[in-house]
């Protein structure tokens, strides 16, 4: 016979098995009483012919946890039940009664997937991260991912978050498909063929292998604007559950937020609206596996009196900080000649101590690789240090390859400005 004194805290347990052998091997081994779970559904056991507390035998831990639930149907409290799972196929007078015993040291109850203490957790798996394959940028994708880009009209948010996909499905090999109301299809396909060879299908490529474009083409999928009527949310939602358990989808780009129909209903508040959405496309995003980007703009407050952006947060994007607080990653994104203006000394202006410091970072670093850039801040990273880490970034667009060009002298004048 097995000793099970000590065991439940000292309290009087009834087994809740299946059949009579079960309770045969009960009675033989551990001398305590036992019921069949069929009685208890069936009436044919009173609550006063059993104790309080009941431990259910079953064989896996979703098999317990249904029979779990089936007695509270039946009127028991949660508190009063634990399960131990003995395996598929394997029956208690099969059993090896220790293993039986070990596990019943540490029995389980219905809210075991998803609260129990640390030590039942185990060891989780690695944190599996990607590179975004833009030089310098402290920041990797995961699965899940949701990234929110925020800018303002024009900032190149949407270049941004595209390139982004179109990298990852070229150097990855992962499907991608790109939501995209406000551009063109031919605009797209042309950064697509420059991300892949730095050419467009129009050059002449009479040197040059067209093969890795053409690859490219029939791993991106795209949703013609005009051929898509309803502009629901949540159809957009079962839109992607779809292409990534149809097609392998790993990757979206949902562009931009405010060109979706949003059901704000109820008298809801956008705010609450934009949470409780963030969450729906955070579930979505677990459930699947996937990489989830989400491009919106910045209210109007975002700017200054001469029109310039000013420095801000993923969570003062339009609508909700909701975007920032339910990101795994956000960037913020913006554009200016700012950068170029003050590193060559031309910003109005400027004060002797600016053309000094300007001076000490060209000497520093070099003189600036472009007029323009583009200024992308990391400004939410979930899982720090393995998803990244925060920081500022300027980059030169190269259109003719898609791709953005690292500036450090541009880069540590916006990190002064931005942080300022």
Known sequence: MISVQNLFGGQDVTFVVDNDADLVFIQREFRMPAVKLDDIKNMNVKPTDVTQNLLVISESEEDGIERLSDLMAQGCDSAD??????????????????????????????????????????????????????????????????????????????????????????????????????????????RLWRTAIGHTRHDDLSSIDPRPAMDLERRVFWDEPETIDERSLIDYFERVRYLHRSRGVKVFVCDPWNEFDHDVSGGERETIYVRRMMREAQSMTRELGIIFMIVTHLPKSGYGDNGNVKPFRIANAAGSAEFGNKASHGFCVARTKLFAEMLNCEGTGMEQGDVDRAMKIVSAFGPPRGNEHVLISVDKVKIEPEMGRRDVFAYVLDKERNDLVFDPAATEVARILWRA
């Open 81 to 190: 039940l634990r399960f131990i799972d003995l395996g598929y196929g394997v029956t208690l007078p099969k059993a090896n009664p220790q293993q039986v015993l070990a596990k019943l040291n540490r029995p389980k109850d219905v809210y075991w997937k998803t609260t129990r203490p640390l030590a039942d957790w185990g060891e989780s798996a690695p944190l599996e991260t990607f590179d975004t394959y833009v030089d310098q940028l402290t920041a990797r994708w995961a699965f899940p991912d949701v990234a929110v880009f925020c800018g303002g009209y024009g900032s190149g948010k949407s270049t941004i978050a595209q390139m982004f996909a179109l990298k990852l499905a070229h150097h990855k090999g992962w499907p991608a498909h790109i939501c995209a109301w406000e551009d063109r299809r031919d605009d797209l396909q042309n």
